[in-house]
Each structure stands twice: as C-alpha cells, then as structure tokens.
Nanobody, 117 residues
C-alpha cells in the first residue's frame, strides 16, 4: 500500500523559510521522479517542483530561484526547501510522483503552509 506523509509546514512571515519533508512507503522510491504540488483555496493543484530518479530538477516559474527540491533515496524521502516565501505561496503542499498520482488514493494529507505577517 502506497503511503506518502508530508510534514514541515507552518505559519511563517513573508521572506521566511520552511523545509518540507515527504516520507514514502510501499513503493520502490528510487525509480520514481517525484514532485511537490500545492493547492491554494479555490485553485487547482499545481506541480511546483520535480526531481528525477537521477536528481535532475525542474521548477515552476513562480518558485524558481526560491525553492529547492532534493531527495534521499536511502530514506525514501523527498524534501522541499522554501526560501523567500511570499503570501501567494500559501497553500497545502503535497508530494507524489511527478507524472501524477502513483496509485489511486495515494495523495497524502498534505502539509499547510501559510505565509502571513
């Protein structure tokens, strides 16, 4: 059974930083390109960062230069370092395969990020 557990969110002031983690189980983690997604209220879920099995990364224009995705295959974990946070980064953040859900029902509970003064 696929399980993705996100953590590390919170309330932060504009300009602040957070580091999100996503622990995966039930999959051969190392073969998957993984992604971080976010969903703001009233908006569709969007992919903001992806990392291939070999470590190549891509970012949405909205986060390029501020967010860094990384992975530790030994720990089955993918990370998102978020710097210079803006109010428009406020959303629930999820991880999953970069190409879409690994399996039906594989979305985790997400982690809430709120950027506000």
């Amino acid at each position: 059974q696929v399980q993705l557990v996100e953590s590390g969110g919170g309330l932060v002031q504009p300009g602040g930083s957070l580091r999100l983690s996503c622990a995966a189980s039930g999959i051969i983690f190392s073969v998957y390109a993984m992604g971080w997604y976010r969903q703001a209220p009233g908006k569709q879920r969007e992919l903001v960062a992806r990392i291939t099995s070999g470590g190549r990364t891509n970012y949405a224009d909205s986060v390029k230069g501020r967010f860094t995705i990384s992975r530790d295959n030994a720990k089955n974990t993918v990370y998102l370092q978020m710097n210079s946070l803006k109010p428009e980064d406020t959303a629930v953040y999820y991880c999953n395969a970069a190409s879409g859900p690994i399996a039906p029902g594989s979305w985790g509970q997400g982690t809430q990020v709120t950027v506000s003064s």
